[in-house]
């Protein structure tokens, strides 16, 4: 196998790994957003359907109380390597990857080339005692449950044309803008990451929500490809 089959698998490995882990915020709250507001069981009619992700061409669906993510990954193998891999294994058109657990779908390029196709299958936030569904100001707030009585928390909305937005928490060029809004509280790792944790009450984050740019930060943009679910 060449040099650059090794390096392209390596890619599709990290890119995997991109996919299914994910860093806490640098902005995290000490309960679900915004505090007072009532809990959604489901995600209005209006926002489930497929989109496009633009960065990274991968599809995202929300359905009534899931958001799930699907990646396609193309790479190519040679007869030589499926045979003497310990990790790779052939059953008949499919390429079982033991690594992952998975199977990818095999099409013939020669007579010992094929072209492999693995779908990657990501579930991104479910609605429950770990995902908090929030309606707000016309946004929905996603609360998510993180480690040591955290919580992450992004904004989803949704324009007039069906595109979907989705807001994430980000650093202030000036912490004390934040400060002005609501206590905060550096719980930044010595060496590490640098993260505050912030306990605004319901005016508070809405006033956080208004500023926009100060410390939500645009995550993406996802274009509409077929009806709602």
Known sequence: MSNNKHTYGKLIALLFLATVCSCEPPIVFTEPQ???????????????????CMSDTSLYTIAADIIFQEKTYVFEIDQQE???????????DTLFMESYDEYAVLKPLSDSLYQATYVALDTMFVIGTEGVLKKFRGHLILNQKLEEQKWGVWVLSRDNKGV????????????????AITPVEDISEEGGRTQYLISPSRASFGKMLKKGNAFFDTCDIFEPVNGKQ
Not at 34 to 52: A, E, N, V, W
Not at 164 to 179: F, G, M, Q, V
């Open 82 to 92: 499926i045979d003497t891999s310990t990790t790779y294994r052939r059953l008949g």
């Open 164 to 179: 979907i937005s989705l807001l994430e928490t980000a650093l202030p060029e000036d912490i004390a803008s934040l400060e």
């Open 34 to 52: 915004p505090t007072g507001q009532g809990k959604l069981d489901r995600f209005p009619t209006s926002y489930r359907g497929t989109y496009l």
